[in-house]
């Protein structure tokens, strides 16, 4: 079992609908990231979590926890919101700068 | 502020043959890293470089991965002999801060074909 889960694999909305993507894991953590991949390969980095919630124009980021789970939402989505959505966290106690990372959330917004 | 400088963006080669990456971290970033993305998956974590040392090489397969940031600022991965199994985009990643909660910045990557 992978340490970080993220759900669903794949994602197909229509332009304005509101997204969900989850992320849950195993381990106790220090910190949690949300990326964003691009085709092409070059990644983004949207938040960086370690209690509560994050805005960031459309972007919302939260996490509980207690119960190792997170998830980014995107209000209003957009075709341009079209990406690859990774989960990774940092645990805590380990290696400094080893993240594990989630195998991604494929979303497609069809306008 | 520039980001993190990787090249080539693209390269194809044929197994047995040698190929090497390079990355130009953001200025000041002392923290430095190589991961290999297999399409499909995540990232994986390489090596970790911190100046110009080694933190964490855990998971580099070092019968033919190689990688040196000799003067603490650029980097390069090399592969030798390249296999079929090594197709993957290698993400190289620069941190200002070596501790809990960096944000880690990274480049647009060097996607790697084998045939």
């Known amino acids: 079992k992978n340490e970080v889960e993220q759900s669903p694999q794949n994602l197909t909305a229509q332009e304005g609908e509101f997204i969900t993507i989850n992320c849950s894991y195993s381990v ?8 964003q991949q691009h085709p ?11 209690s509560g ?5 459309r972007l919302i980021a939260t996490i509980n926890i ?16 079209s990406a690859v959505y990774i989960c990774a966290v940092r645990r805590y106690g380990g290696s400094q700068g080893n993240l594990i990372f989630g195998k991604g959330t494929k979303l497609s917004v069809k306008p | 502020e520039a980001g993190v400088a990787q090249s080539p963006r693209y390269k194809i080669i044929e197994k047995r043959q040698s ?14 890293y190589w991961y290999q993305q297999i399409l499909g998956q995540g990232p994986k974590l390489l090596i970790q470089f911190q100046n110009n040392g080694v933190v964490d090489d855990s998971q580099l397969p070092k019968d033919r991965f190689s990688a040196e940031r000799l003067k603490g600022v650029d980097s390069t991965l090399k592969i030798q002999p390249a296999k079929l199994e090594d197709s993957a985009v290698y993400l190289c990643a620069s941190s200002s801060i070596q501790g809990f909660g960096e944000t880690q910045y990274f480049g647009p990557g060097t996607r790697l074909l084998v045939l």
């Open chain 1, 28 to 35: 106790g953590i220090s910190a949690l990231h949300w990326l």
């Open chain 1, 40 to 50: 092409g390969g070059g990644i983004v980095s949207l938040f960086m979590l370690s």
């Open chain 1, 53 to 57: 919630k994050k805005k960031h124009g």
């Open chain 1, 66 to 81: 207690q119960e190792k789970h997170s998830s980014l939402h995107i209000t209003a989505s957009h075709p341009r919101d």
């Open chain 2, 19 to 32: 190929v090497a990456f390079w990355c130009n971290p953001i200025s000041g970033h002392a923290t430095l």
